[in-house]
T-cell receptor, first 114, second 112 residues
Framework: DTAVSQTPKYLVTQMGNDKSIKCEQNLGHDTMYWYKQDSKKFLKIMFS???????INETVPNRFSPKSPDKAHLNLHINSLELGDSAVYFC?????????????FGPGTRLLVL | QKEVEQDPGPLSVPEGAIVSLNCTYS??????FMWYRQYSRKGPELLMYTYSSGNKEDGRFTAQVDKSSKYISLFIRDSQPSDSATYLC????????????FGTGTRLTVIP
């Protein structure tokens, strides 16, 4: 009974390609996030999104775009992939106003750009 | 200066040892403090959550926050090989945790 799931788990692709990573949460949360974790394990937020607002980390290139078809899904589209995009991407979700206000993470998608 | 600083380790201890993991943070507005555990090739999972200063205990784990010195600690008593993982501290300044600031994580190995 997975709370936050991501597909695919592994993604190997060529430089210049366009790819998407999907995320789904069954927790009923209203806010979802995308993080990038580099080789040194540093987690950096890329986007947070709920019904009302998309907050973008200003350091994220505009080749990255989140798309939310509904409250339970937040997909990440990446255009013109570059070598430096290789990392693990984590989706997470949280509920505003809950007593334990923190984020639940998916298992990650390992992206390798060749 | 990063919002949260954490020694990346690695840290190796024998089974049964007491482990101390630490972070410092720069923004005095941070009020929510969390520790996440991340096993190899898995996503981070919430381990401990505290609000403001003080101690919180959960089994073998104790989280400690000292806001006066902007210092966060996680203590693990009677460490087990299953505790081997990367531990990430995280802080937030407001409700909703819309912006969590993470440390780089400390990789811990508990040797049987």
């Amino acid at each position: 009974d997975t709370a936050v799931s991501q597909t695919p788990k592994y993604l190997v692709t060529q430089m210049g390609n366009d790819k998407s990573i999907k995320c789904e949460q069954n927790l009923g949360h209203d806010t979802m996030y995308w993080y990038k974790q580099d080789s040194k394990k540093f987690l950096k937020i890329m986007f947070s999104y709920n019904n009302k607002e998309l907050i973008i980390n200003e350091t994220v290139p505009n080749r990255f775009s989140p798309k939310s078809p509904d409250k339970a899904h937040l997909n990440l589209h990446i255009n013109s992939l570059e070598l430096g995009d290789s990392a693990v991407y984590f989706c997470a979700s949280s509920q505003e106003g809950a007593s334990l206000e923190t984020q639940y993470f998916g298992p990650g998608t390992r992206l390798l750009v060749l | 200066q990063k919002e949260v600083e954490q020694d990346p380790g690695p840290l190796s201890v024998p089974e049964g040892a007491i482990v101390s993991l630490n972070c410092t943070y720069s923004n005095s507005a941070f009020q929510y403090f969390m520790w996440y555990r991340q096993y190899s090739r898995k996503g981070p999972e919430l381990l401990m959550y505290t609000y403001s200063s003080g101690n919180k205990e959960d089994g073998r784990f104790t989280a400690q926050v000292d806001k006066s010195s902007k210092y966060i600690s996680l203590f693990i008593r009677d460490s087990q090989p299953s505790d081997s993982a990367t531990y990430l501290c995280a802080t937030s300044s407001r409700t909703g945790a819309n912006n969590l600031f993470f440390g780089t994580g400390t990789r811990l190995t508990v040797i049987p």
